[in-house]
């Protein structure tokens, strides 16, 4: 079948079973159960001859024979005895269920994928597919799947400022649907010529990470696989405990990481009237500097332990974590001392589909102990004061960070020059600030911004109107949310 016909068919069902009320997320789940099935099939004959272990009656052909309300049937139960499977098997099927309740149309999506030799389609045809489902289903905020994708755009942009090398670990405790990694294995099979060794750690021993969340785990696992990214009879190579309960078990090189927006951990559990409560989860660690119930500043210091002396990460925070006093304090002034703290993007609203997030990327090159502070100075570049990006019309891309790529000048980023200059009164966007300076601010606050607002002072330059009207309903929506999480805690 040609690529165009086999996205286009994927995509056409997609909006039939959307029309029936299926989500995105329903369709991709159904998808990434089916799409493995077939693929264990083919694996399982010549010249693969790979054996995942799928028994026999719980298979692919046990269902691609079957119609009615006898298929429905057994792919429940298919599908539940699947999940109780080790490895990357059981993954895939944890906590698996069917979402389709018309037979009908399961039999029709069974016969789609049926149709395509995934094994031998390339992987830029079944990533892409399966990519822009999980983009379009991060688009749909009913399902909360926004806080578990990150623009894509901004991750091409972070790697190529990391530059990975070949044979180099690199991990994330937070992967979500796994954009870090395929940003980061792209950009090491487009900007190098590996041999085969290379080639060999780079499908399976380059990525590890971390996520709790089973259906976004399933996805993770499921992207990755598509991308050629692991091995389908393979050990998984996403983890389903919580990163932060322990200390990691071993170092990497690198961590890319956009660890989950909500401010602190929670644990819910069952009071003696048999309600649901949450309390908060605060991780006692001997290797943490800090101890808090705040998620983002336990993911900074976890990321800090997770690297070898001379790894590197880039992290985006949200705001709080660079101004808030308390553990936050201690942790910035800890990194700042035993870390080069090299570098902040200050990230602009409306490019991440949880609305209202205020983040920044963090970059900093962990060290071997020494009596000195490590980071002497530290650049930032402003890409959200004046800046306006929506999510449909005006998306980030790219080009619009060109320049900071440019001024983080990955090849020696020892070699910069600040873009702003108080001398001619140059409002640039990129500056450094020394140790000294830093130390002296409140609380440590690395919450920096120094260009005028021209929304306050100048009002021939204000967005346009459906920009206006978008931040209104994206202000409107946060609030509402914000009061409902005060009824419910009075409730």
Not at 297 to 318: C, D, E, Y
Not at 460 to 470: G, K, S
Request: glycine share 6%; net charge neutral; aromatic share 10%.
């Amino acid at each position: 079948m040609q690529t165009e016909s086999i996205i286009s068919r994927v995509w056409s069902f997609c909006t039939t079973l959307r029309d029936d009320g299926i989500s995105y997320l329903d369709y991709l789940e159904q998808l990434t159960y089916l799409i493995f099935l077939k693929m264990a099939d083919e694996y399982k004959k010549p010249p693969y001859n790979i054996d995942i272990g799928v028994p026999t009656g719980l298979d692919w052909n046990s269902i691609f024979t079957k119609k009615g309300a006898e298929l429905e049937n057994h792919y429940i139960y298919l599908l539940r005895e699947l999940g109780k499977s080790k490895g990357i098997l059981g993954q895939i099927f944890t906590k698996a269920q069917n979402k389709i309740q018309d037979p009908a149309k399961l039999a029709r999506l069974i016969v789609m994928v049926g149709d395509i030799s995934w094994a031998i389609l390339d992987a830029d045809v079944k990533g892409d597919i399966y990519e822009g489902i999980l983009e379009k289903n991060a688009e749909d905020t009913k399902s909360g799947a926004g806080q578990y994708f990150t623009p894509r755009s901004l991750i091409k942009i972070i790697v190529r400022c990391m530059k990975p090398l070949p044979m180099q670990t690199i991990s994330d405790p937070a992967c979500g649907t796994g954009g870090f990694f395929l940003g980061a294995y792209d950009y090491l099979l487009n900007n190098y010529k590996l041999d085969k060794n290379q080639k060999a750690f780079l499908k399976q021993k380059t990525f590890s990470g971390n996520e709790i969340v089973p259906n976004t785990r399933r996805m993770c696992l499921m992207n990755m696989l598509l991308h050629n990214i692991g091995e389908i009879d393979g050990e998984s190579l996403i983890n389903s405990n919580d990163a932060l309960i322990s200390s990691p078990l071993k170092t990497v090189d690198m961590v890319l990481a956009n660890p989950p927006f909500g401010k602190k951990s929670s644990l819910t559990f069952t009071n003696e009237e048999g309600e649901q409560e949450k309390d908060d989860l605060t991780y006692n660690r001997q290797d943490f500097w800090a101890t808090t119930s705040n998620k983002q500043v336990n993911f900074v210091q976890h990321i800090r332990t997770m690297l070898k002396s001379n790894g590197k990460a880039a992290v985006i925070v949200p705001d709080n974590v660079l101004f808030e006093g308390g553990a936050g304090e201690t942790v910035r002034k800890r990194l700042l001392e035993t870390t080069n703290l090299h570098t902040i993007l200050r990230l602009p609203t409306g490019i991440f589909y949880a609305k209202g997030v205020k983040a920044n990327v963090i970059f900093f090159d962990n060290k071997t102990a020494q009596k000195e502070n490590w980071t002497k100075e530290i650049w930032i570049y402003d890409y959200r004061t004046n800046i306006h990006h929506t999510l449909k019309k005006k998306p980030l891309l790219e080009k619009h960070l060109k320049e900071f790529v440019d001024c983080f000048n990955p090849e020696n980023i020892s070699k910069r020059t600040e873009t702003w200059d108080p001398n001619t009164n140059l409002e640039g966007r990129w500056r450094k600030y020394s140790y000294e300076e830093i130390i002296q601010r409140e609380k440590t606050s690395l919450d920096i911004s120094w260009l005028k607002d021209k929304s306050m002072t100048d009002f021939e330059n204000l967005p346009e109107p459906d920009e206006l009207a978008l931040d209104i309903i994206e202000n409107i929506e946060l609030g509402l949310n914000s009061f409902k999480k005060i009824a419910k805690l009075l409730d």
